[in-house]
């Protein structure tokens, strides 16, 4: 390769280029390889090899592996009896089918039928599956103490309702729970009911269903505000094409969908209508220190990973080096110590408490001189009685992975829906979000429990409490 003493770069000219191009193939070529070293040393993203280049960037056989090795081959050892899933048999059994061949498959001879048999349990789905349509002939009578007709009520739907209860809970929770789109259940159910579906038709009577469902709804906001333990997180939402935000408070009996405009203290202060009493578990959202409660728990597992973030892109000159090492082992003997509660001494492990937070206030009163150990000493400062509550009360854990693991079906409907295009859709999905979330919890048959909800409604103007 030949050596170039022209300037490669922004400040070359065309008559320098000329030159090059004069010298020959191999001049071009040592011009062209040297101009693309040059760009991928002034913008790292262009360089498919460099950690901060998107994914969709970097060749797969460079991408690092998602799957661990595994130590050993999963399964029992050779020799070793197997076992099986038990299969109980189905409590109901509709019809019975017996199967003997009268040819061997193999070799097509003769067989010597024997007394033994196997038993194998299909369920299926009729082929001719065909809604039920009932005629309601309603008599409407005259009232001579009230001067009128009456008519008793229909509890198989909701007034002026074509659908009945189950159709329209299960068409609710296909979108509200499971996440399916209104031309998906359009199209299921369009080939089997007479009567014909549209978007609005459908839109209208899910308003209808929250509106009678409602008072679950602020039941199960009073129980998350009158629980122990109370985990939240938020996540983004989109709602008429504007940025709105669902929040997500959620403990391991119930589960509360809000949809707000707003990220910060607005949202808090409309859900906690007053001070609460319990322990809130969350992450390091400045938003939640409006929040008037007993005692918080900020998630740990936030923590480490902004360490990681840091080190990975961020500058970790200085003292960064000790001061995450100081903290990863702080944390760590944390996480150590909850784990051995039940097996130390009442005094050994209140000793040990004691030492965690002699050196967390240590950590703190350090003078440090990277930037971003700084500003992870603030947030260390600014909750510091927030993160060793989990080791003083057994019922909170060191991380909010429960509010997380909660908001990912709310995540799963948003990216087949993309949110909502309206306020009033907006309402209906955080309502019956909450409803169909919160029942599975409580390992409660949704459509059962909503279908008989709605009838007792109707024949006495009443919702019955919420299934605990």
């Known amino acids: 390769m030949v050596a170039l003493d022209l300037p490669l770069g922004p ?3 065309e008559q320098q280029a000329r030159e090059i191009f004069a010298q020959g193939e191999e001049a071009v070529v040592f011009a062209l390889l040297s101009l ?3 760009a991928a040393q002034g913008n790292p993203a262009a360089d498919s090899n460099s950690p901060a280049a998107p994914s969709g960037m970097k060749p797969t056989h460079l991408k690092p592996s998602t799957t661990s090795k595994r130590k050993k081959k999963p399964g029992r050892k050779p020799g070793h009896v197997g076992t099986r899933r038990p299969k109980p048999p189905p409590e109901r059994i509709d019809s019975r089918e017996e199967h003997q061949a009268d040819r061997c498959p193999d070799c097509g001879g003769p067989l010597n039928h024997c007394s033994e048999t196997r038993k194998r349990y299909i369920e299926d789905i009729p082929r001719d599956l065909r809604p039920v349509v009932t005629e309601h002939v309603i008599h409407r009578d005259w009232c001579s103490r009230c001067q009128k007709k009456v008519e008793p009520p229909v509890p198989d739907a909701l007034r002026g309702s074509p659908l009945g209860h189950r159709v329209l809970v299960l068409t609710a929770w296909l979108h509200y729970a499971l996440g399916n789109t209104l031309a998906q259940i359009i199209d ?11 978007r609005g038709g459908l839109l209208q009577m899910w308003y209808r269903l929250q509106e009678v469902l409602y008072p679950w709804y602020e039941q199960i906001q009073r129980d998350a505000l009158d629980s122990a333990v109370l985990h ?5 939402w989109r709602v008429n094409g504007n ?3 669902l929040w997500c408070f959620t ?17 808090l202060l409309e859900f906690f209508i007053s001070e609460f009493a319990g322990i809130l578990v969350s992450d390091f959202w400045a938003a939640y220190n409006a929040v008037a409660c007993a005692l918080r728990q900020t998630c740990l597992v936030h923590l480490l990973r902004d360490l990681k973030q840091v080190e990975k892109y961020k500058s970790t000159a200085y003292d960064w080096p000790a001061f995450a090492k100081l903290l990863r082992r702080l944390l760590g003997d944390a996480i150590r110590l909850w784990r051995l509660r039940g097996d130390l001494p009442g005094e050994t492990y209140a000793s040990r408490r004691a030492r965690l937070t002699q050196r967390l206030q240590s950590l703190i009163e350090t003078a440090w001189s990277n930037t971003e150990a700084r500003r992870l000493i603030k947030r260390l400062r600014r909750h510091q009685a927030d993160l060793f509550t989990f080791l003083d ?8 992975n429960h509010a997380e693991r909660e908001v990912r079906p709310a995540v799963i409907i948003r990216k087949n829906s993309y949110g909502n295009r309206s306020d009033a859709g907006a309402d209906a999905q955080a309502v019956l979000m909450t409803i169909f979330r919160t029942l599975k919890q409580r390992g409660h048959q949704p459509m059962d429990t909503i279908v008989q909800a709605l009838r007792t409604y109707i024949l006495t103007g009443k919702l019955p409490s919420l299934p605990q």
Do not use: C
């Open 11 to 13: 400040g070359l000219t």
């Open 36 to 38: 693309a070293k040059l």
């Open 188 to 198: 299921v159910l369009g080939f089997h009911l007479q009567f014909r579906l549209t």
């Open 232 to 236: 939240a997180d938020e996540t983004g």
């Open 243 to 245: 940025t709105h935000w």
């Open 251 to 267: 403990t391991p009996r119930l589960t509360y969908y809000m949809i707000h405009r707003s990220r910060g203290h607005p949202a």
């Open 393 to 400: 009360h057994n019922a909170v854990p060191f991380d909010n």
